[in-house]
């Protein structure tokens, strides 16, 4: 019973192609995020979801797209891929009041690009 | 604008020792601050919160942590140190709100020694 999943968790692929990283949890939080952490362990915010809207979209390349099909699922889609989207990819959530701030993390998503 | 800094991007202790890692904010509102656990290849785990209710927070595997206004910092002790400690610990802060957004440190290193 994984709170927050995502699939794959190890992803290799060829510059230039297009990915998906699916994400989903069973906590029914209302809000879902993407964080990209660099190989030197930085964690940045990329997108968060809540009610199908997107409300944090910090500077990220227009080649990533967050996409909700429900309030359980949030995958991160991303085309051209370059060598520099090499990273460990973390789907996270959280729920509304009292407790909006606590975000539960999944295990992560290491994406190669060659 | 907020931030983290955490004070040593690798701590080395003895198993027994007493766990010290720093962490300073800096946020233009009363913050929401966390510490978190990345065990390696693994996502991130909450180890404990501070939401402006008591200023000693303790978390799960006995650690604790003391937000000092003042100070503007939120440093993470145990008393004494496991070697299943070994992992990276990111200190993060929040705004707070249905928005929030975390902005993470860029975590600490603990080894521990035998």
């Known amino acids: 019973d994984t709170a927050v999943s995502q699939t794959p968790k190890y992803l290799v692929t060829q510059m230039g192609n297009d990915k998906s990283i699916k994400c989903e949890q069973n906590?029914?939080?209302?809000?879902m995020y993407w964080y990209k952490q660099d190989s030197k362990k930085f964690l940045k915010i990329m997108f968060s979801y809540n009610n199908k809207e997107l409300i944090i979209n910090e500077t990220v390349p227009n080649r990533f797209s967050p996409k909700s099909p429900d309030k359980a699922h949030l995958n991160l889609h991303i085309n051209s891929l370059e060598l520099g989207d090499s990273a460990v990819y973390f789907c996270?959530?959280?729920?509304?009041?009292?407790?909006?701030?606590?975000?539960?993390f999944g295990p992560g998503t290491r994406l190669t690009v060659l | 604008a907020q931030s983290v800094t955490q004070l040593g991007s690798h701590v080395s202790v003895s198993e027994g020792a007493l766990v010290l890692l720093r962490c300073n904010y800096s946020s233009s509102v009363p913050p929401y601050l966390f510490w978190y656990v990345q065990y390696p290849n693994q996502g991130l785990q909450l180890l404990l919160k501070y939401t402006s209710a008591a200023t000693l927070v303790k978390g799960i595997n006995g650690f604790e942590a003391e937000f000092k206004k003042s100070e503007t910092s939120f440093h993470l002790t145990k008393p004494s140190a496991h070697m299943s400690d070994a992992a990276e610990y990111f200190c993060?802060?929040?705004?707070?709100?249905?928005?929030?957004?975390?902005?993470f440190g860029k975590g600490t290193k603990l080894s521990v020694k035998p």
């Open positions: 993060a802060v929040s705004e707070g709100g249905s928005q929030g957004n975390l902005i």
């Open positions: 996270a959530s959280s729920q509304e009041a009292p407790d909006t701030d606590t975000q539960y």
């Open positions: 906590l029914g939080h209302d809000t």
